[in-house]
């Protein structure tokens, strides 16, 4: 069994950033892909941004990209999502998820991870 544990939501300015944490707890996370994904109120879940077991690939949805860096340090189990240059669409809770066969690839498909965080809000605001 695998928990996910989210940190690091707020609130934020437009233009500003924010840094966002998964935990892996129960297994160590060195050879799970990991993805973020968001949703917003009224919308369906979407990817954000993945990451495959060993960091050497990365993939983002083309909204976030040159803006969000995924990244992980599984001497920590953490996986990082840090947002640059936030927009009022990025405002939604941020989920972390974890692929459950080890080595698997990165996916923009939520079905295809088997394990998820809690959530945490991110709004960006004036």
């Known amino acids: 069994q695998v928990y996910l544990v989210e940190s690091g939501g707020g609130l934020m300015q437009p233009g500003g950033s924010l840094r966002l944490s998964c935990a892996t707890f129960?297994?160590?996370?060195?050879?799970?892909?990991m993805g973020w994904f968001r949703q917003a109120p009224g919308k369906e879940r979407e990817f954000v941004a993945a990451?495959?077991?060993?960091?050497?690939?990365?993939d983002y949805a083309d909204s976030v990209k040159g803006r969000f860096t995924i990244s992980r340090d599984d001497a920590k189990n953490t996986v990082y999502l840090q947002m640059n240059s936030l927009q009022f669409e990025d405002t939604a809770v941020y989920y972390c998820?974890?692929?459950?066969?080890?080595?698997?690839?990165?996916?923009?498909?939520?079905?295809?991870?088997?394990?998820w965080g809690q959530g945490t809000q991110v709004t960006v605001s004036s």
């Open positions: 129960g297994r160590p996370s060195r050879t799970l892909a």
């Open positions: 990451i495959n077991w060993n960091g050497g690939t990365v």
């Open positions: 998820a974890a692929r459950g066969a080890p080595f698997s690839a990165p996916s923009h498909r939520p079905h295809e991870y088997f394990y």
